[in-house]
Structure formats: structure tokens, C-alpha cells
């Protein structure tokens, strides 16, 4: 798929407002892995050990971001980041980030990040991250948490590109009950 053509001087990284949440959940969150994580934990009374083995897949593996309108229409609210990217040559939307914040820890926890696939490998992504970890610094938040489900391996690449270190992992994390592995990024 040939990416669009795009001028960086014609974007807009902008809060989102409500009228955003349609043509966000309507960009191509569609991604292909050749590669899983595979977990495995072995609990004994004196020990834990956990295990994270990159899995080559038999075939590629073809999959979708699922965003619930629910949850951005609550990312609206004044205790959370939803950035979106905007063009304004042709005032499409290309991407969005939500983040929210856990007052107690002065963490935020990403957890959507979307380009549209047409708009992908353009530092888009890079960007978003750069403009959230603004915004946490702006909130004296002390890092950002990244949520990313085991078969999402190309966002684990890019998250592990980006700084961001594996810090834990929680099964059944997401509603289809798929394990997330935790990546954080101090601020």
C-alpha cells in the first residue's frame, strides 16, 4: 500500500473536540505481524520467574486497533490527553493519542495511538508521543505507561524505538481478554 502524499508544514497537532471522534474511529487502525510476544510465568513459594519470548507466527497475522466511542468521548474530559493530527490542506484527520492520567502515581497511561495507515512511517507517531510527553510534563507527571496488547508487535517495536522499557504485564488486560505488556517513559 503506497503511503499519501503529505506536507509537514500543513499539520496541526491539536486538542481533539467532540466532533473528532467519528473520523478518529474511522482511520485504518488495520496492522500486520509476522511476530507475537509470548508470556509464560512459573510461580513457586520462593520465586516468579517471568518469561517474554518473541514468537514467529506461522502466517502474518492481520489485526485492528479497537477504540470504544465511549472511551473517547471520556478522553475528552480535562483530566486526559486526546490529541489529534490534523492536515489542513485537505483538513483530514491522520492520527490520534489518548492518554490518562492516575493522580495518585503522577503516571499517564497511553492508551490509544493511531495513524492512519495511509499516513504511517512518517514520524507521525514520534511526534505524538513527543506533544504527550509535553503535555505530562506540563502535569508534573513523572512518566508515561504504554498499554500494548502481545499480538500488537510492530507498536512494541515502535514504543521499544521511542525509549520506552518493558516494565511489566498484566493477562486478560483488554475486553477480548488479550494480555497488554507495559512499556514506561520517564518524563
Given at each position: 500500500m503506497k503511503n499519501a502524499a503529505l506536507d509537514p508544514s500543513q499539520l496541526t497537532f491539536r486538542d481533539?473536540?467532540?466532533?473528532?471522534?467519528?473520523?478518529?474511529?474511522?482511520?485504518?487502525?488495520?496492522f500486520e505481524s509476522e511476530h507475537v510476544w509470548q508470556m509464560t510465568v512459573q510461580d513457586s513459594v520462593d520465586e516468579i520467574q517471568i518469561n517474554c519470548r518473541r514468537q514467529r507466527l506461522p502466517r502474518r497475522l492481520e489485526s485492528r486497533h479497537i477504540t470504544d466511542p465511549i472511551d473517547l468521548e471520556i478522553a475528552l474530559r480535562q483530566d486526559y490527553c486526546f490529541i489529534v493530527i490534523q492536515d489542513q490542506a485537505s483538513n483530514h484527520l491522520l492520527g490520534y493519542i489518548t492518554l490518562?492520567?492516575?493522580?495518585?502515581?503522577?503516571?499517564?497511561?497511553?492508551?490509544?495511538?493511531?495513524?492512519?495507515?495511509?499516513?504511517?512511517?512518517?514520524?507521525?507517531?514520534?511526534?505524538?508521543?513527543h506533544v504527550?510527553?509535553?503535555?505530562?510534563?506540563?502535569?508534573?507527571?513523572?512518566?508515561?505507561?504504554?498499554?500494548?496488547?502481545?499480538?500488537?508487535?510492530?507498536?512494541?517495536?515502535?514504543?521499544?524505538?521511542l525509549g520506552f522499557s518493558f516494565c511489566g504485564f498484566n493477562d486478560h488486560h483488554f475486553a477480548n481478554r488479550e494480555i497488554a505488556l507495559f512499556f514506561s517513559l520517564s518524563i
Open positions: 481533539a473536540v467532540a466532533e473528532d471522534i467519528a473520523f478518529c474511529l474511522a482511520l485504518d487502525s488495520d490518562r492520567i492516575d493522580e495518585k502515581s503522577r503516571v499517564a497511561y497511553l492508551q490509544d495511538i493511531v495513524i492512519d495507515r495511509l499516513y504511517r512511517r512518517r514520524s507521525l507517531g514520534s511526534r505524538l508521543i504527550a510527553r509535553v503535555w505530562a510534563s506540563e502535569f508534573n507527571l513523572r512518566q508515561i505507561i504504554f498499554e500494548i496488547p502481545t499480538t500488537n508487535y510492530p507498536c512494541i517495536q515502535f514504543a521499544q524505538a
